[in-house]
C-alpha cells in the first residue's frame, strides 16, 4: 500500500480530528500531498494540497478550519481538522504527487462522520 492513513473517526459538530498519512519508502520525487474526499453519491473533491515548498491550497468550504502541515523528511502529511461540520462527513483519501509517475498514489481511505 503505497500511502497509509489513519486518524478517522466518529466526532460531535464542532469537534476537532487530525488525519495523517504516510508514503511508503518506495515512492520518490513526492511534490505534491494532500487529501480528497467523497461523500456518499458525490464525486471526489479536493480538501486540500501541499506542496514540497510548503504552498498550500484549500477548498473554500474548508477553509480557516482545516489546516495541512508536511514533514518532507519522512513523507508525512497531516490534515488537522477543526470546528467539523456534518457536512464534512466523508471518506477522506490521502494522495501523493511523484516527479517521476504519471498519476498520483492513493490511500485506502478512512471516514470521518460528524455528528449534528
Known amino acids: 500500500v503505497p500511502l497509509v492513513e489513519s486518524g478517522g473517526g466518529l466526532v460531535q459538530a464542532g469537534g476537532s480530528l487530525k488525519l495523517s498519512c504516510t508514503a511508503s519508502?518506495?515512492?520518490?520525487?513526492?511534490?505534491?500531498m494532500g487529501w480528497y474526499f467523497q461523500a456518499p453519491g458525490k464525486l471526489r473533491e479536493l480538501v486540500a494540497s501541499i506542496s514540497r515548498s510548503g504552498t498550500t491550497n484549500y477548498a473554500d468550504s474548508v477553509k480557516g478550519r482545516f489546516t495541512i502541515s508536511r514533514d518532507n523528511a519522512e513523507n508525512v502529511v497531516h490534515l488537522q481538522m477543526s470546528d467539523l461540520k456534518p457536512a464534512d462527513t466523508a471518506v477522506y483519501y490521502c494522495?501523493?504527487?511523484?516527479?517521476?509517475?504519471?498519476?498520483?498514489?492513493w490511500g485506502q481511505g478512512t471516514q470521518v462522520t460528524v455528528s449534528s
Open positions: 519508502e518506495t515512492i520518490f520525487g513526492i511534490n505534491t
Open positions: 494522495f501523493a504527487r511523484s516527479d517521476y509517475q504519471i498519476g498520483d498514489y
